[in-house]
């Protein structure tokens, strides 16, 4: 009898569920149709972003405006050399980072950037980088102090035939606990001198990344700034189907529809630019010569491969395989980069998680491993010689 009972139950079970599938079809009616991707915008905030895989016109232009921003704020020193900074995904080991950033405050020698980029974990930590390192302690309390629980919950079964297994309400939360209108008044007081916070998320609609210029909702004014600006943050670490989807009301053409943004990582786990933009003809047109260049990255994780024996359960091979992607995907990005670099003539130099490290890390966001891996990122800022100029050509091959 408990046997049939237990299997009743299953079977029950079973078929609520796939009755709530059918009653969640996910369908979007208002999704925005492909021939008004050119020309869509978030609506009342104008031109805040660009395609991350292409130049175009328009991408130009931007640059353009930058640039002529950089020569009217009267910075000599600015027209003459920038530093730039690309902060990759991780998610908790983006305390790597975090901590980091602190250690090359401490070291005394770390640059104002003129531009910094974030993908996933790396765009929570951006907007505290960019702002430099009088907030090196939100970015301390942010990735030690605030775990799993802290974060997101789950949704139980309910979350597998939904569009996500997790609930981010309390990421948003936290994000909006730092995001105040003071810091955002600060970043939109820097983009004006022609600096550049730049965030990616990835546009599922489209299988596109999306460069987003959150500096450029700072500074907007907008009455809705700040709902943007977290949403932004939020869809570039929005991991799919475990985190959910953002959806985002754009307009085409005078109708509104609306488009869905995950993850940056899903597309690339770091960026700094979209290929083949062309900085130097930017600072001879509007700057009247080129200028010395550095770029860095900081790559939140490992490059050399883990050996660790598989769980041979979905869940088991399906981390174990979107992990290896990621560290390939890093790679190749970094490598990437890098090219850029030496085609704008630009030292370069990035710095990861060594191997040498061998935390315990149990959950996603264990605060424990992230308060170890921040304490090593902060030795590893200090010291100065944490970074390397030359990608490996495979993980195997990492020096560190």
Request: aromatic residues 8%.
């Amino acid at each position: 009898m408990m046997r049939r009972a237990k299997a009743t139950r299953h079977v029950l079970l079973a078929s609520a569920l796939l009755g709530l599938a059918a009653c969640n079809s996910g369908e979007r009616p208002q999704a925005l149709p492909a021939e008004g991707l050119s020309t869509a915008e978030v609506v009342g905030f104008g031109t805040i972003r660009f395609w991350g895989d292409a130049v175009v016109p328009a991408t130009s232009k931007y640059l353009d405006i930058q640039y002529r921003q950089i020569a009217a704020s009267g910075c000599v020193k600015c027209q003459a050399a920038a530093t730039f900074l690309a902060i990759s995904g991780g998610s908790g080991e983006g305390a790597y980072g975090a901590g980091f950033l602190k250690g090359w405050s401490a070291r005394g020698d770390r640059p104002q950037f003129e531009v910094v980029t974030g993908v996933s974990t790396g765009s929570l930590a951006a907007p505290f980088a960019f702002l430099g390192s009088r907030y090196d302690g939100a970015l301390e309390e942010i990735y030690t102090r605030y775990g799993d629980d802290e974060l997101f919950r789950s949704k139980g079964v309910l979350g597998l035939v939904g569009e996500s297994l997790y609930d981010t309400t309390p990421l948003r939360r936290l994000i909006e606990r730092y995001a105040t209108q003071q810091l955002l008044d600060e970043i939109a007081a820097e983009h004006r001198k022609g600096r550049r916070l730049l965030v990616q998320s990835t546009n599922l609609d489209a299988q596109r990344p999306v460069i987003w210029d959150v500096g450029s909702i700072a500074a907007s004014q907008q009455p809705g700034r700040q709902k943007l600006f977290v949403d932004i943050l939020l869809a570039s670490a929005a991991i799919p189907a475990v985190f959910p989807a953002v959806r985002l009301n754009v307009e085409s053409n005078g109708k509104v529809f609306d488009e869905l943004h995950v993850d940056g990582g899903v597309t690339s786990q770091i960026f700094f630019a979209p290929p083949g933009l062309d900085l130097n003809g930017a600072a001879r047109r509007n700057l009247g010569q080129e200028r010395s260049l550095a770029l860095y990255v900081i790559r939140n994780g490992k490059l050399k491969p883990e050996y660790k024996a598989s769980t041979q359960t979905v869940a088991g091979l399906a981390t174990r395989s979107i992990s290896t992607l990621v560290k390939y995907q890093a790679l190749a990005n970094i490598a990437a980069i890098s090219e850029m670099a030496k085609r704008m003539h630009a030292r370069f130099a990035f710095t990861t998680i060594p191997e040498s490290f061998q935390g315990n890390q149990r959950t996603e966001f264990d605060t424990e491993y992230m308060k170890a891996l921040f304490q090593l990122g902060y030795e590893q800022g200090r010291s100065g010689k944490a970074w390397e100029t030359q990608p490996p050509l495979s993980p195997t091959l990492a020096a560190r």
